[in-house]
């Protein structure tokens, strides 16, 4: 300290050393600073004391309080899992078809079925579940149904699943291949006929005649198709397996029929329930019509 210089200007201690003539002053941080400084360091020590810290060998000290991120996650998800439980239950309680009556439980129902919809069925009908022309996974977004589109029969098309063998009660359609059955003019004019029921070719007799006496009985003269067999829709643009004529033609001589898993057994009903809500919220749904129960027959059994 004796070797220490006072700057008369300023009447600041100078630290001792020059640089070109220049020298530094030693200036003392302001109290408040430091009053600051001290107050981190009591705050890390109180900090250290009351939450976990100090890391051991196995594990870290509890800290006095006895909090850890740990349990505060384990305590929120049981708060969650609480919450989903009181929803679940209101969901099984409900019919499906009157699903649509509470538009809380509505909103509760397709936020569950779309992370479900992401686990299970996102790799066939993609994220977006716009589906695949190329692999013949159908558009959930359009508003063509094979058999249905109201909450209770997609319902039953994720339960019993289509063309699932050992399911007594899956969907069930077969178009039989016309391989060697059809000339290449009779398989041309057909295709013609077909692309005329939308409005994307002319017809001609003989397409007429070939589509009527093959094809009328499932796909309708109009080509409106048939929901109890499950025959598509002919006189619209959209397309399981491609619209051009080379699809068209393909399809009718060698018929490719897709297969949905049966999701009885593998999820819950109510996770069902979910997912079909969310497939219905997605532009194509439709409402439920209640259909009159005929003798010897169950409505439940065939939306």
């Given at each position: 300290m004796a070797n220490k210089r006072i700057d008369e200007p300023t009447g600041t201690r100078l630290v001792g050393h020059e640089w070109d003539g220049i020298e530094e002053l030693d200036t003392p941080m302001p109290r408040w600073w430091l009053i600051t400084f001290w107050l981190t360091i009591l705050f890390s020590l109180g900090y250290v004391i009351a939450y976990p810290a100090w890391p051991m060998i196995e594990r870290a000290t509890e800290g006095v309080l006895g909090w850890s991120s740990r349990g505060q996650l384990a305590q929120e998800m049981s708060v969650a899992d609480q919450s989903r439980v009181s929803v679940r239950e209101a969901l099984a309680r409900i019919p499906i078809e009157r699903l649509n009556e509470d538009s809380e439980l509505m909103a509760q129902a397709v936020a569950g079925g779309n992370a479900a919809f992401k686990v299970h069925c996102s790799q066939c009908h993609g994220a977006g579940a716009a589906g695949s022309q190329t692999l013949g996974y159908p558009n959930l977004n359009d508003d063509d149904w094979l058999w249905g589109g109201d909450l209770k029969a997609i319902e039953y098309t994720l339960v019993h699943g289509i063309r699932q063998a050992g399911n007594e009660r899956t969907?069930?359609?077969?178009?039989?291949?016309?391989?060697?059955?059809?000339?290449?003019?009779?398989?041309?004019?057909?295709?013609?006929?077909?692309?005329?029921?939308?409005?994307?070719?002319?017809?001609?007799?003989?397409?007429?005649?070939?589509?009527?006496?093959?094809?009328?009985?499932?796909?309708?003269?109009?080509?409106?198709?048939?929901?109890?067999?499950?025959?598509?829709?002919?006189?619209?643009?959209?397309?399981?397996?491609?619209?051009?004529?080379?699809?068209?033609?393909?399809?009718?001589?060698?018929?490719?029929?897709?297969?949905?898993?049966?999701?009885?057994?593998?999820?819950?009903?109510?996770?069902?329930?979910?997912?079909?809500?969310?497939v219905h919220s997605l532009g194509g749904g439709e409402d439920f019509v209640e259909v009159a129960e005929q003798p010897g027959e169950t409505v439940d059994e065939q939306p």
């Open positions: 969907r069930m359609s077969v178009m039989p291949a016309f391989a060697g059955a059809l000339e290449p003019a009779q398989l041309d004019a057909v295709v013609s006929h077909v692309l005329s029921l939308s409005g994307k070719a002319r017809t001609s007799p003989l397409g007429a005649e070939v589509y009527a006496n093959n094809c009328v009985v499932c796909h309708g003269p109009a080509g409106e198709g048939s929901r109890e067999l499950g025959a598509p829709r002919l006189n619209d643009a959209i397309w399981l397996r491609g619209g051009s004529r080379e699809d068209i033609a393909r399809q009718i001589l060698n018929p490719r029929m897709g297969q949905m898993p049966a999701w009885e057994g593998r999820l819950d009903p109510v996770t069902i329930k979910m997912l079909a809500a969310y």
